[in-house]
C-alpha cells in the first residue's frame, strides 16, 4: 500500500531522519510487523508564523518496495554513426539540447567558442587579478556559458518551462544534490556547478556527441533559405542535417551576422538588476525571527515583487551564506 501524506513539524523533527520515521510510524499506524519505506517528494520551509516550521509531502510504502526513479541516462544510446545536429555554445541550452538529441537517436556536435571548465578557470583568475579579458574565455563565454558562474538556483516563476522534473533529474544524475528534487527553492551551488556540467559534457562524448572548444562560429551556410551548416574561426565549414543555435545573450557578434543574413529576430524585454549584500544574521531575523537561528534551519532567503510606474522590479536570486 502506497500512502500519500502531508506533514507540517518543527525543523529540528523534520531535518532529523530517525525521529522524522518515528513521526511517519505513527501517522501511518504502521504495526511492528509491517515494513515500511517513506519517499519525500516536497519540502518547503513556512516562516511566516513566529516560530518556523517545515513541510513535507511524503509517499509512505506499507509492505511495499518502493520502485527506483528510472535512470534517463539508461535510455540513451550510442549515436556516433546517426544524422547530426550542430548546436552552437556549450551553456545550459546547448548542453540540455545535446542530451536531448542523443535521447532522440541523433548526434550532436557541438562547437564553443571558449574552454573547458579548467582551463577556463585561469581566464577567471586573470580578470580577478589583472583585469586582463579573453573576449572568448570569461564569465559568459566557454563550457557551461554564463551558467557555470550563476550559482545554479533552480527555481522559474513560469510555469510553461516543459518537464522541470525530468531536468532536475538529469542534473541530479551527473552530481547534484538529490535535494533539488524536493526542496521549493532547488540550488545546485556555485562549487558542485563546475563538477556538474564537466560531467553533462562526459555524458555527451560517452553517447558518441562532439565537443569542440576554441570554436567560434564565425558564419553559417545557407543555400536556398535552408541552413546547411557553419563555419568555424573563419576558416572550417562543418555540415549538418540542422544547427541549433544556442550562444546566449551575450554573443553580439552572432546578433549582427543573424541581421546580416536577413533571418528573423525578435527582441525581448530584459531586466536590469542591482547587487544588494546584507549580513545573513539580518535576513534570518526577518524571516525565522530568531538570532542567532535554530542549527536546524538552513540559512535563510526571500523573495519580493513589486509594480512601480507600470514596471515590475522583483528580486531576481537571493545567495544565503551558511
Ligand atoms: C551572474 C549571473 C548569475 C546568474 N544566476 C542564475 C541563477 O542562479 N539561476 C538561473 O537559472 N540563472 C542564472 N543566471 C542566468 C543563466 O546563467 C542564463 O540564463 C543561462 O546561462 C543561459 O544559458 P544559455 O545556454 O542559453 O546561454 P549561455 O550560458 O550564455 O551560453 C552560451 C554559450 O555559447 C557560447 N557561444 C557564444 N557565441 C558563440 C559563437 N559564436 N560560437 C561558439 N560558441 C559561442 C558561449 O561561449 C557560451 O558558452 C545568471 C546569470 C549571470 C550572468
Known sequence: MVKRIELTLLPEDAFDDKKLSEIVELECDVNESDRYDFKLTKRSIDARSRTPVVNLLLDVYINETPSP??????????VSDKKKVIIVGAGPAGYFAALELIENGIMPVIFDRGKDIRSRRKDLREIQQFSNVNPNSNYCFGEGGAG??????????????????????????????????????????????????????????????????????????IKDDVILGVTVNDKDEYLADAVILATGHSARDIFYLLKKKNIYLESKPFAVGVRIEHPQALIDEIQYKQNPRSEFLPASSYKLTAQVNGKGVFSFACVPED
Not at 69 to 78: A, H, L, Q, S, T
Not at 153 to 182: C, F, M, Q, W
Request: a negative charge; zero cysteines; proline letters at 5%.
Open 148 to 221: 557555470t558562474y550563476s550559482d545554479g538556483k533552480l527555481y522559474t516563476r513560469s510555469h510553461k518551462r516543459g518537464d522541470i522534473y525530468k531536468a532536475l533529474r538529469i542534473l541530479v544524475e551527473h552530481g547534484a544534490d538529490p535535494d533539488i528534487l524536493v526542496d521549493t527553492h532547488p540550488h545546485i551551488g556555485s562549487n558542485r556547478l563546475p563538477g556538474v556540467v564537466q560531467n553533462l559534457r562526459e555524458t555527451i562524448l560517452h553517447y558518441g556527441g562532439e565537443v569542440n572548444f576554441n570554436s567560434t562560429v564565425t558564419d553559417l551556410i
Open 69 to 78: 526513479e528510472p535512470v534517463i541516462k539508461d535510455n540513451y544510446k550510442n
